[in-house]
C-alpha cells in the first residue's frame, strides 16, 4: 500500500487499542501494517546472561505455553543494548490485534510539562566525546562509533502516559511506536517511536532497514526539501550508512537463499529528522531461524554501535558516562512458529512516574564535526520533547 494512504487510512479498531491503553498495559506496539496490546502475564522468560541462553528460554517457554494450552503464545518486550544485562521479556494471557493506526491530520498541543533538566554528558562534554572519538577513528583504530547522551528530567506532575503515547503514535504513523511496562524492576515504563525496523520474519521472507546517516529536519519546505537531497550525496554520511548496511547484509546472508540490498540508500523522513534508509528484503534458505534469532544475529548494528564492535562499544562505555539500558536495544515480538518482528529501541525514554530520562545518540565517522552530532542529537531529542509538551530552549 502506498505510504502515503498507509498512513491516513487507518483502522478504527487500532485506534480503540491505543485510546484503551493505561499506565499499567504490560506491552504496546503498533507499526505502518499492525496494532497490537498486550493483556496480562501468562508466564516471564527467566533472566540470562546472553544472546543465546535467551532464545533457548524463549524457545522453551513457548513450547510449553503450547503444550499447556495457551491457544497463541507469543513473547513480547525488550532486550538492552548490552544482552550481558537482563531481558525484560513474556508471554502475556492475550494479545489483542488490529490494523494500522491513521496519521492524524491535527493533534491537539500537548498540555505543557515543566521541570528540571540535567543533561548527561553535558553538551560541551559531548562535544569533546565526539572529537576524540573522531581523532581515534582518523588514527584507523576504528571505522565508525555512536555515541549518546541523555536528558533527565523532574516534572511537577506525573506524566500521563496515555496522552504521551497517543501523540508519540499519531505523529508517527508511519514508523514503530511502543510502550513496554519494566514490571517488578520498578523501572517504570519504556516508551518511544523508533523509525528504523531492525528486522521482521513472516514465514520464509525477512525484512530489515537500517537507517545510518541523518540531518534535522527544518519547517520552511524547500529548505527541508534541499537537506533531504543534499543527505543521499553527502559522502560522510553515504559512508556512514555503508558500513551499516554491508554489516547487516553480511550477518543475514548465511540465513538466506535470496537478500536483496539495495545499491544505493533512499531518504526517508520522520517528524524531526531525515535519514539514509536501505530496505533489505531476503528469503530464508530454512525457517528454522526465528525472528528473535535473525535479531540476534544483527544486534547491535553499527547503526547503534559502531565498527568493528569491539573496538566501539569499549569506546562507548569509555566515553559516554551512562548505562544505556534498554535504550538502542530492541522491542518486538517472536511467535511460536518463528514469525516476529523487532525494532531498535530509538527515540525513546524511560519514564517513572515524575521521572523520564530520554536518550539520544549520534554515528560519529572520520568526517564527522563535533558540533554537528551535538545538534543532530539535539534534534533526535524533540521527538520526546514534542510529545512531553517540553519548552525547547538551547540544545540542553
Not at 528460554?57 to 548490552?82: C, E, M, R, S, Y
Not at 534458505?285 to 562499544?313: D, E, I, M, N, Q
Amino acid at each position: 500500500m502506498n505510504d502515503i494512504f498507509r498512513g491516513l487510512v487507518g483502522d478504527p479498531q487500532a485506534e480503540k487499542l491505543l485510546l484503551r491503553y493505561r499506565q499499567d498495559t504490560p506491552f504496546f506496539f503498533t507499526t505502518p501494517e499492525q496494532t497490537m496490546m498486550a493483556e496480562g502475564c501468562y508466564a516471564t522468560i527467566p533472566a540470562t546472561s546472553n544472546m543465546a541462553e535467551l532464545n533457548a528460554a524463549v524457545n522453551t517457554a513457548l513450547q510449553q505455553a503450547q503444550k499447556n494450552g495457551h491457544p497463541d503464545p507469543i513473547v513480547v518486550g525488550a532486550i538492552p543494548f548490552d544482552t550481558n544485562q537482563a531481558a525484560c521479556l513474556f508471554i502475556p494471557k492475550q494479545i489483542v490485534h488490529a490494523g494500522p493506526l491513521a496519521r492524524q491530520g491535527y493533534l491537539p498541543p500537548p498540555r505543557a510539562t515543566d521541570g528540571q533538566v540535567k543533561p548527561t554528558p553535558a553538551p560541551e562534554k559531548y562535544a569533546d566525546g565526539v572529537a576524540a572519538a573522531i581523532s581515534q577513528i582518523r588514527n584507523k583504530q576504528l571505522s565508525k562509533v555512536v555515541l549518546a547522551r541523555t536528558l533527565e528530567l523532574t516534572t511537577r506532575q506525573p506524566v500521563d502516559m496515555q496522552a504521551l503515547l497517543q501523540r508519540l503514535a499519531w505523529s508517527n504513523a508511519l514508523g514503530y511506536t511502543f510502550a513496554v511496562n519494566l514490571g517488578a524492576s520498578g523501572q517504570g515504563t519504556l516508551i518511544g517511536a523508533s523509525p528504523e525496523l531492525l528486522l521482521s520474519r513472516q514465514g520464509k521472507y525477512i525484512r530489515s532497514n537500517p537507517l545510518a546517516g541523518s540531518i534535522p529536519r527544518v519547517k520552511d519546505s524547500n529548505a527541508d526539501l534541499k537537506r533531504s537531497q543534499g543527505l543521499v550525496q553527502s559522502d560522510k554520511d553515504l559512508h556512514e550508512h555503508k558500513v551499516v548496511a554491508d554489516a547487516v547484509a553480511q550477518a543475514l546472508r548465511p540465513y538466506c537463499k535470496m537478500l536483496s540490498v539495495p545499491a544505493r540508500p533512499s531518504a526517508i523522513h520522520t517528524e524531526t529528522m531525515w535519514h539514509l534508509s536501505s530496505d533489505i528484503h531476503g528469503e530464508l534458505s530454512a525457517s528454522a531461524a526465528t525472528s528473535l534469532v535473525l535479531a540476534a544475529s544483527l544486534h547491535p548494528t553499527p547503526a547503534v554501535c559502531g565498527h568493528p564492535f569491539t573496538k566501539a562499544r569499549d569506546l562507548i562505555a569509555e566515553l559516554e558516562g551512562f548505562d544505556r539500558g534498554f535504550y538502542s536495544g530492541m522491542v518486538g515480538w517472536c511467535d511460536a512458529a518463528g514469525n516476529g518482528e523487532w525494532i531498535v529501541t530509538l527515540r525513546c525514554a524511560k519514564v517513572n512516574g515524575q521521572y523520564v530520562r530520554l536518550f539520544a545518540g549520534a554515528g560519529v565517522v572520520a568526517d564527522s564535526e563535533p558540533q554537528h552530532e551535538l545538534a543532530e542529537t539535539t534534534a533526535k531529542f524533540k521527538t520526546m520533547l514534542n510529545a512531553l509538551g517540553m519548552v525547547q530552549e538551547g540544545a540542553y
